[in-house]
């Protein structure tokens, strides 16, 4: 080969983009590794665990090809099917005490409340709008709980496991969205902040799509971002309703259960994720197929959505709480029932298996299971 035909040969091989590369092999193998993990996950912690984990790894090498893409993605996921649970559980450990008078119970109920808005913030989804809501939620508990002589929710959280930073960070992330909630109440057109949130959203999102996905699936990009987006406010909107709730239990001493049972149902609802078409179908097929680092796990990442929009229907799980027995043990056993119930469909929200049973001594006539 001539000189210059290989300085030129030598060239081209140096600009050319070398993808398989730019993973490191330790990556490959702790991606290839959390994705196994992910595949065999039988309940909802194990698969959110192994969502994070390949968050992280993505996170770590934000320069290899669809990193950014891949981490936003599994928080995203990660986050709705954590979130409704999270939020559930500790609202069923204030069902089943109905009040709070202690640092630890006030700190196990609110924390994991907050570390779920926190999670939410972080995927960049929350409106101005909501913000201010959430806001007040917070300082109304902070108010409350002060006067009925308890810590804020964050020193509660440090008392509580002797973990200072897990306060402050908990901490931060409500000064972050104070500052959201400030800019919000300055602003004469709220509405027209949220447009540009939203549209700044979309925007970025779509902007990660690989080279070659876009102009095929930038259409249902649209749809399955949008409905992210709107899933996410839901969500805040549900956990300002849920923070309202321990305020009240703790002003009060009493516990709502009216207000209980509509949050309760309505995270039951959204626990199956914001997709529901087969538009979201087709692109996260589109998608995965687009992510070379994603290997054979992509799919079962999204699993969820595909298993919902097939059909499956976990809301024919049921316990019949309102209907159990018991006279004067009726209402703990409700308690009991109803907090039994919802791990039932968790379970089947995650895994589309039930494998335990309502409690024998605590359920309804019509109990499925």
Sequence with gaps: MPRIARLLFVAMIAATPSVAEDWPAAAKMQMQGAGDRLTAATSTAE??????????????HAEAPEARLTAALMSQKATMEAGPSVMLAALGELAASGQITDVGTYAGIAG?????????????TLLPSMAIEVDDAIGKLNA????????SVADAISQATGDAKLGSAITDSLGRLAKLAKVARQSSDLAAMDEKATKEFLDNWIGMLPPGAGPAISGPAFVVFRDSLAWNNEMFGESTKALNLVADAIETGQF?????????????????????????KD????????????????????????ELIS??????????????GG???RAPLIVQCKIQEQDLIGQC?????????????????????
């Excluded at 994991?112 to 960049?124: H, I």
């Excluded at 409350?144 to 810590?151: E, F, M, S, V, Y």
């Excluded at 992510?291 to 969820?304: H, T, V």
């Design 47 to 60: 698969r959110v665990s192994a969502l994070r984990e390949i968050e992280a790894i993505a996170a770590a």
């Design 112 to 124: 994991p409340l907050l570390d779920s808005v926190a999670k939410m913030q972080e995927d960049g």
């Design 144 to 151: 409350i709980a002060a006067k009925a002589g308890l810590p």
């Design 256 to 280: 709502d259960h009216e207000a209980y049972n509509k949050i309760r149902d309505r995270l039951n609802d959204l626990s199956k994720g914001p997709w529901g078409s087969d538009t979201a």
């Design 283 to 306: 692109f996260f097929k589109k998608l995965c197929k687009s992510i070379p680092i994603a290997g054979a796990w992509c799919d079962d990442a999204f699993k969820l959505a595909e």
């Design 311 to 324: 059909g499956v229907d976990c809301d024919k799980v049921t316990c019949d709480c309102d209907n159990v």
């Design 327 to 329: 006279g004067l043990m």
């Design 349 to 369: 929200n995650a895994t589309k298996k039930v494998t335990g049973s309502c409690p024998a001594d605590a359920k309804g006539p019509g109990a499925s299971h």
